[in-house]
T-cell receptor
Framework: AQSVAQPEDQVNVAEGNPLTVKCTYSVSGNPYLFWYVQYPNRGLQFLLK??????LVKGSYGFEAEFNKSQTSFHLKKPSALVSDSALYFCAVRPNNNNDMRFGAGTRLTVKP | KAGVTQTPRYLIKTRGQQVTLSCSPI?????VSWYQQTPGQGLQFLFE???????NKGNFPGRFSGRQFSNSRSEMNVSTLELGDSALYLC??????????????FGEGSRLTVL
């Protein structure tokens, strides 16, 4: 069975500092991995995805994520956090033989000025 | 290009009633998925439709059902509402069901409160 875990419910960083939101996955075969962001009372917005190729994926709003097959991780990163990055972040996984996308529990990121 | 549109955005029902939620996908998108979001359970997959056929189904009771029309618009229905059905129901569309590399595009959700 496929699953994705976000070990931190909450991440706090100061504006201007780098941020990391962690994600690990468990899926048979080669996974397709995604990051989404959700602002209050809104739907989810796509940030980036890993399908194949370069392990470092660049996405929207300056975010990037690193795929690590040996550690089965797909951590979201940004070199310099903004207050406006404060939101709920979801990691998602989809096995390469099924269209069922499964989401992690979410990590609430708070960036303080 | 218009995004995914969900109606209604907010609704209040009482236990035992039924509710129908509507989702219009992005033009050209033929796959529609539904998710339930609650603080306790997070995002849970309900079902996915492609070309009017249910392709995948999550682990929800039969009270939760859905359908898709020929224009790709989708509806989901919850019968005999329970307090625990209170949630944000999110609809997402994508271009192909077999295009599993594609991302989902989400609507803003329908927030259901069951009293």
């Amino acid at each position: 069975a496929q699953s994705v875990a976000q070990p931190e419910d909450q991440v706090n960083v100061a504006e201007g500092n780098p941020l990391t939101v962690k994600c690990t996955y468990s899926v048979s075969g080669n996974p397709y991995l995604f990051w989404y962001v959700q602002y209050p009372n809104r739907g989810l917005q796509f940030l980036l995805k890993y399908i194949t190729g370069d392990n470092l994926v660049k996405g929207s709003y300056g975010f990037e994520a690193e795929f690590n097959k040996s550690q089965t991780s797909f951590h979201l990163k940004k070199p310099s956090a903004l207050v406006s990055d404060s939101a709920l972040y979801f990691c998602a996984v989809r096995p390469n033989n099924n269209n069922d996308m499964r989401f992690g529990a979410g990590t609430r990121l708070t960036v303080k000025p | 290009k218009a995004g995914v549109t969900q109606t209604p955005r907010y609704l209040i029902k009482t236990r035992g009633q039924q509710v129908t939620l509507s989702c219009s996908p992005i033009s050209g998108h033929r796959s529609v998925s539904w998710y339930q979001q609650t603080p306790g359970q997070g995002l849970q997959f309900l079902f996915e439709y492609f070309s009017e056929t249910q392709r995948n189904k999550g682990n929800f009771p039969g009270r939760f059902s859905g359908r898709q029309f020929s224009n790709s618009r989708s509806e989901m229905n919850v019968s005999t509402l329970e307090l625990g059905d209170s949630a944000l129901y999110l609809c997402a569309s994508s271009r192909w069901t077999s295009g599993m590399t594609g991302e989902l595009f989400f609507g803003e959700g329908s927030r259901l409160t069951v009293l």
